[in-house]
């Protein structure tokens, strides 16, 4: 059972941060006061219409690292192996240009660090690479595509398309 007993100096904090409803930090703070109220986690959980599980993570946060705790607290599930590792392996090398790895690609490409990491021994799929350059703090934008050499220049496109006539009788009689 987790009971939580506050001298008057945090509680007095707790209050003040309860008061700003900019965030679920409110919530928080409201939760250890009711377990500095004496209130049990089931109760303080039914009268705030959360999990008894949440409460204890909670108050559990609370006392290891005080009111910070109640600010930064995990997001709920199991932390992503892959995209830990690929964070590892991907700073240093989105650092350098891409054709110190033997590349010749025009820039990083999903497709190109997803190979790269396949090389490197870790199987990542693009949404993978996505969410770990977002959490490094790359941005990622896909590529534009490059106009082909033999495109039409404006001028041609305002034309529009030509018809080409079927070749006429004469020509097909001096055909044969």
């Given at each position: 059972m987790i009971r939580i007993y506050l001298p008057s100096e945090q509680r007095e904090r707790l209050e003040k941060a309860r008061r700003?409803?900019?965030?679920?930090?409110?919530?928080?703070?409201?939760?250890?006061?009711?377990?500095?109220?004496?209130?049990s986690v089931p109760v303080i959980a039914e009268s705030i219409g959360r999990h008894d599980h949440t409460i204890r993570s909670w108050l559990k946060a609370y006392i290891q690292d005080g009111i910070e705790g109640l600010r930064h607290t995990p997001p709920p599930g199991r932390t992503n192996r892959k995209e830990q590792e690929a964070l590892m392996i991907l700073q240093p090398v989105l650092a350098k240009h891409r054709s110190e790895y033997g590349y010749l690609e025009g820039?990083?490409?999903?497709?190109?660090?997803?190979?790269?990491?396949?090389?490197?021994?870790?199987?990542?799929?693009?949404?993978?690479?996505?969410?770990?350059?977002?959490?490094?703090?790359?941005?990622?934008?896909?590529?534009?595509?490059?106009?082909?050499a033999p495109a039409p220049s404006s001028e041609?496109?305002?034309?529009?398309?030509?018809?080409v006539s079927a070749p006429s009788s004469r020509s097909r009689a001096s055909m044969t």
């Open positions: 700003l409803r900019t965030t679920n930090l409110a919530e928080r703070c409201l939760a250890v006061l009711l377990s500095d109220r004496a209130q820039g990083w490409s999903t497709h190109l660090l997803v190979d790269y990491l396949h090389g490197q021994g870790l199987e990542a799929s693009d949404s993978t690479v996505k969410r770990t350059l977002k959490r490094g703090g790359w941005v990622y934008k896909r590529f534009a595509k490059a106009v082909p041609e496109k305002k034309r529009g398309w030509m018809r």
